[in-house]
C-alpha cells in the first residue's frame, strides 16, 4: 500500500480480555516502531523492530504486552489481561533503515478503550 | 535522559499570522529532528525533517530551524489559515541506529477566521 496501515481503528474490550492491534508497514521498509499516545501522556515507545527481530523491547510497560514481526512485514502487538490504563492511541511507524534520514512515516492508528 | 519540552502547549491566532512554535532538547547529541502535525482523533504526518548538519529547512509556509548546540528548534507558520489548526509534536531521533524517536508534548494551534 501507499502508507502505514492499521487495524482496527478503533477496539473496545472489557477488561481482563486480550487483544491484538495489527500494523502493515509500508512496503520495502525494514525498521518498524509502535508507540502508544495516551492523554496527558504525549508518544511513549513501545518497541522497535529490524526485520523480523526486535532489538529494543525497552519501552514495553509490563509482560502483558508483547509483539511479533513475520516476514519482515506485519507486526502485531498483544496486550494480555487488559487493564482500564491501557487505554490509548497505539500507533505504528515505518521507516527505511537504507534511507539516510531514517524518517518515520506513521500510521492513523488504533484507539483501544478497555471498559 | 534525552526530555524534549515544547512551548506553549496551546496557541490561538487570528488567521493571517505568522507564528513560531518552540521545542527545546536537553542533548544535543541528536541524529536529527521532526516536526509532525497530528489532527484530532487522526496519526501523524510528518511536516519537515532537519539532519543534525542542517540548520533549517522549508516547506512552503513551513520553516524549520535547528540549533543543535543550544537544544532548540522552531518551526515558523507563515500566514496563518484555518487549516493549520492542529496539534503540531516535535521529536528527536538521538542517532543513527534504529532507535525510537523522542516527542514532546506538543503545541496545539487554533486559528480562527
Known amino acids: 500500500g501507499a502508507g502505514v496501515s492499521q487495524s482496527p481503528s478503533n477496539k473496545v474490550t472489557e477488561k481482563g480480555k486480550d487483544v491484538e492491534l495489527r500494523c502493515d508497514p509500508i512496503s520495502g521498509h525494514t525498521a518498524l516502531y509502535w508507540y502508544r499516545q495516551s492523554l496527558g501522556q504525549g508518544l511513549e515507545f513501545l518497541i522497535y523492530?529490524?526485520?523480523?527481530?526486535?532489538?529494543?523491547k525497552s519501552g514495553l510497560p509490563s509482560d502483558r504486552f508483547s509483539a511479533e514481526r513475520t516476514g519482515g512485514s506485519v507486526s502485531t502487538l498483544t496486550i494480555q489481561r487488559t487493564q482500564q490504563e491501557d487505554s490509548a492511541v497505539y500507533l505504528c511507524?515505518?521507516?527505511?533503515?537504507?534511507?539516510?534520514?531514517?524518517?518515520?512515516?506513521f500510521g492513523p492508528g488504533t484507539r483501544l478503550t478497555v471498559t | 535522559k534525552q526530555e524534549v519540552t515544547q512551548i506553549p502547549a496551546a496557541l490561538s491566532v487570528p488567521e493571517g499570522e505568522n507564528l513560531v512554535l518552540n521545542c527545546s532538547f536537553t542533548?544535543?547529541?541528536?541524529?536529527?529532528l521532526q516536526w509532525f502535525r497530528q489532527d484530532p482523533g487522526k496519526g501523524l504526518t510528518s511536516l519537515l525533517l532537519?539532519?543534525?548538519?542542517?540548520r533549517e529547512q522549508t516547506s512552503g509556509r513551513l520553516n524549520a530551524s535547528l540549533d543543535k548546540s543550544s537544544g532548540r528548534s522552531t518551526l515558523y507558520i507563515a500566514a496563518s489559515q484555518p487549516g493549520d489548526s492542529a496539534t503540531y509534536l516535535c521529536a528527536v531521533r538521538p542517532n543513527q541506529a534504529g532507535t525510537a524517536l523522542i516527542f514532546g508534548k506538543g503545541t496545539t494551534l487554533s486559528v480562527s477566521s
Open positions: 542533548d544535543s547529541a541528536i541524529y536529527n
Open positions: 511507524a515505518s521507516s527505511n533503515s537504507g534511507g539516510a534520514s531514517y524518517e518515520q512515516y
Open positions: 532537519i539532519q543534525s548538519s542542517q
Open positions: 523492530f529490524q526485520g523480523n527481530s526486535a532489538p529494543d
